[in-house]
T-cell receptor
């Protein structure tokens, strides 16, 4: 079974631009969660989508948004990029029930200049 | 306020000996705990998990112990191998928010030959 895939793996943007990251979950998984990893804050939860609906949301500004498609693939969008948005963005998928394990993709390294 | 704490940023162990990584949590609603291993520039790799109804779970060289009264869990690796050198993250979730994993800041394990 293929693992979680994320595209692109690396991205360089400038302040003020917007960016879209993509995540394809493990086949059969209906839940996709997004996390931001930075050296200072560690891994922080952004949001979770399940069956095309946002089920949970972390404490990030509205510039961070996402969506999920009927095939469970998910995209994350960040508008009006700031220097502090430079981070590793990780996507994780699971079956979606309580106690199910989340499996992570390799991440997208975003650098904002 | 950190809900999941890994108080040791680093740990060095001799090959063949036991590695013990510790994690404390504050939220009594957490009912599922996981350990992930992470190499630089890669996504976290799932290692082992434990439900709050258990106090021990074992998988090969890895054992996780949960002490609910102390709100403490630990990961034991026996015997430690140089390939175990990585950053280890403890994570927790609460039933209805299972898609939202709360991570500790990680412990960097170095296993010396």
């Amino acid at each position: 079974k293929a693992g979680v895939t994320q595209t692109p793996r690396y991205l360089i943007k400038t302040r003020g631009q917007q960016v879209t990251l993509s995540c394809s979950p493990i086949s059969g998984h209906r839940s996709v969660s997004w996390y931001q990893q930075t050296p200072g804050q560690g891994l922080q939860f952004l949001f979770e989508y399940f069956s095309e609906t946002q089920r949970n949301k972390g404490n990030f500004p509205g510039r961070f948004s996402g969506r999920q498609f009927s095939n469970s693939r998910s995209e994350m969008n960040v508008s009006t990029l700031e220097l502090g948005d430079s981070a590793l963005y990780l996507c994780a998928s699971s079956l979606g029930s309580s106690g199910d394990t989340q499996y992570f993709g390799p991440g997208t390294r975003l650098t904002v200049l | 306020d950190q809900q999941v704490k890994q108080n040791s940023p680093s740990l060095s162990v001799q090959e063949g000996r036991i590695s013990i990584l510790n994690c404390d949590y504050t939220n009594s609603m957490f009912d599922y705990f996981l350990w992930y291993k992470k190499y630089p520039a890669e996504g976290p790799t799932f290692l082992i998990s434990i439900s709050s109804i258990k106090d021990k779970n074992e998988d090969g060289r890895f054992t996780v112990f949960l002490n609910k009264s102390a709100k403490h869990l630990s990961l034991h690796i026996v015997p430690s191998q140089p390939g175990d050198s990585a950053v280890y993250f403890c994570a927790a979730s609460a039933g209805r928010s299972q898609g939202n994993l709360i991570f500790g800041k990680g412990t960097k394990l170095s296993v010396k030959p």
